[in-house]
């Protein structure tokens, strides 16, 4: 079987799980695609995945109530042991990365690290991946058992399956944790997340200051109800948190719709926003890198254009 290890929050599926689904979908890997739900009061998520993978695994135990490094690979292990899984996916999240080496450790398996593609080539399974800056895109593959993390925003959104899957409780023989988390603090934001977000408008140097970065990407943000992102060169700058970068180095999106405002269009941050459904991008540079690969492009000065944006935009 394909064993996938759901993400979820505040009790509900993330946008990051149904994207492993459609990951395992295109890999040709053959197998019930599995999804492993850990936590604790986890129903509502189980019965969410059950709409898009062929059988769900649920572990709603006291123990996995808080994110643990050490609980979550050794309960991945178990299970993938036990189901004789030939593909482990674990989303590319700042916790995936930590625990996904500790399973193919734990299994003797090749790890396959930040894919953006899957496929199979004969009995291996091949991944794409960036590599020096995003410059290159390298294809690596392995035979045999792999585990592989999916980088977020590399896949479209699994759609429901056609009949929903069984679930199942499992048992899990879980180690006691050498490290206990004491405290956690989450940002809060009245805006929707970057990498749930149907439309996204990223500003980069080019709107000029940080008052300008508030009074035109945050206003035409709010009124669209969409996400703000922001490019390295912006973040470095110390303009915007570096929760909100989109490229190679921050987040990878997907959205509906992009808005990019006086964004250049380095390859690092393309990488990070080029599979976007649609791309508007609004620059005075008309040789603007950005420009090739948006759907929609405006030639001009972001101070006369981005107000009449939100003007029409508030009605």
Not at 11 to 18: D, E, I, N, S, V
Not at 129 to 156: C, H, Q
Not at 223 to 242: E, H, M, Q, S
Not at 255 to 266: D, E, M, N, T
């Amino acid at each position: 079987m394909i064993l996938i290890v759901a993400e979820h929050t505040a009790g509900k599926l993330a946008k990051a799980t149904l994207e492993m689904v459609t990951a395992a979908r295109e890999s040709g890997r053959e197998g019930p695609i599995t999804l492993l739900v850990l936590g604790q009061n986890v129903a509502a998520v189980a019965t969410e995945a059950a709409a898009v993978a062929d059988q769900v695994l649920v572990a709603d135990l006291p123990g996995l109530a808080t994110y643990n490094a050490e609980v979550w690979a050794a309960a991945t292990a178990q299970i993938a042991q036990e189901g004789e899984a030939h593909t482990v996916i674990i989303g590319g999240s700042r916790s995936g990365r930590e625990y996904a080496p500790r399973v193919a450790v734990k299994l003797d398996a090749a790890y396959l690290e930040d894919a953006t593609k899957l496929s199979s080539n004969g009995a291996a399974l091949q991944a794409q991946r960036y590599t020096y800056l995003a410059r290159v895109t390298e294809t690596v593959e392995a035979d045999g058992l792999v585990v592989v993390t999916v980088k977020p925003g590399s896949f479209a959104p699994a759609a429901p399956a056609a009949a929903a899957g069984e679930q199942y409780d499992v048992e899990l023989s879980l180690p006691a944790p050498r490290v206990e988390v004491t405290g956690k603090s989450v940002e809060k934001s009245s805006r929707v997340a970057l990498t749930e977000a149907d439309v996204i408008v990223t500003g980069g140097r080019g709107v000029g200051s940080p008052e300008n970065f508030s009074r035109y990407v945050e206003a035409l943000a709010d009124n669209l109800g969409a996400g703000v992102g922001a490019t390295r060169a912006v973040v470095d700058a110390g303009w915007r948190p570096y929760a909100e970068q989109v490229g190679q180095t921050g987040k990878t999106v997907q959205p509906k719709a992009y808005i990019a405002l006086g964004v250049s269009g380095a390859v690092q941050h393309l990488s990070g926003m080029g599979k976007s459904k649609n791309i508007i991008a609004i620059n005075k540079d008309a040789e603007a890198p950005i420009f090739k690969v948006a759907d929609y492009g405006i030639v001009g000065d972001i101070n006369e254009i981005v107000p009449a944006l939100i003007e029409a935009s508030r009605k």
